[in-house]
């Protein structure tokens, strides 16, 4: 697939899976549009990509997409900047960990809200005009989570399942619209996600966000609807519909249970 001199917008792009994004796009000589809540950590890393890429364009938006109305808004800076989206890298999501029962039910709503709505969105502001364009990127991040049930983890689970189905069926309407559409489905991956549920778990067998993205980037020229980065993420995912459903809740609940 061609990327160099398109524009890719990257939600959650100020660290992990997101700012590797924005690297290796960079390197492809993609002009970049990033877009995360922590404004500083943006201007620090489009600050390092212009100094590797002077002639790139990077643009920078601070935006909470956790908030309801976050995506038209988002969409309308886009305007402003008076930029064309050809490649959009739904990235930006977030996870609860612990028994639903204990948790804040607020919190779960910006959760569905950030992983699911606004993703959906996003892609509903920007697919059409790659589709009457005849080209163009929605890459949807979710993850293995997306495969089973996720007692400890059980909106997070949910919502990578809903990315998953959502953005397969985009893949089956696009086909032969020039449109390109993936879903990415890390495993455990070495990024502040962990730190930000407040629990160490899943601690042993983490990729790197570069595994990640080269993971991702290598499938664009394939016609799969789904990749799996890792060979053992992809064996676990793709047995579990082997697996008894009592005996696969069992097992997912051990493998995010803390340390």
């Not at 808004?73 to 930029?83: I, Y």
């Not at 979710?142 to 985009?170: D, H, N, R, W």
């Amino acid at each position: 697939m061609k990327l160099e001199n398109g524009t890719a917008l990257i939600t959650g792009s100020s660290g992990g899976i997101g700012e590797e994004f924005a690297v290796q796009l960079a390197n492809r000589q993609v002009n970049l549009v990033l877009v995360a809540r922590r404004a500083e950590k943006l201007a620090e890393l489009r600050d390092s990509l212009l100094a590797r890429h002077p002639g790139l364009r990077v643009d920078v938006v601070a935006a909470d997409l956790s908030q309801p109305g976050s995506a038209a808004e988002l969409a309308s800076a886009v305007r402003d900047l008076g930029c064309t989206i050809d490649f959009l890298v739904n990235n930006a999501g977030v996870g609860l960990h612990g028994d639903f029962a204990e948790q804040d039910a607020a919190a779960n709503g910006a959760q569905v809200q950030l992983n699911c709505v606004t993703l959906v969105e996003l892609t509903g502001l920007f697919l059409p005009a790659m589709v009457s364009a005849g080209h163009g990127l929605i890459l949807n991040v979710a993850s293995t989570a997306a495969f089973q049930p996720i007692p400890g983890m059980a909106v997070y689970g949910a919502t990578k399942a809903f990315v998953l189905s959502f953005t397969e069926a985009l893949w089956q309407e696009t086909k032969g619209s020039g449109v390109r559409v993936l879903t990415l489905c890390p495993g455990a991956t070495e990024t502040e996600f962990f730190a930000r549920t407040g629990e160490d778990f899943l601690t042993s067998g983490r990729q790197t966000p570069r595994q990640v993205v080269d993971t991702a980037l290598s499938a664009l020229d394939k016609s799969t609807p789904t990749v799996v980065s890792g060979l053992k993420n992809a064996l676990l995912a793709y047995g579990y519909r082997f697996t008894p459903r009592k005996v696969m809740l069992e097992v997912s609940q051990r493998l995010v249970k803390s340390e």
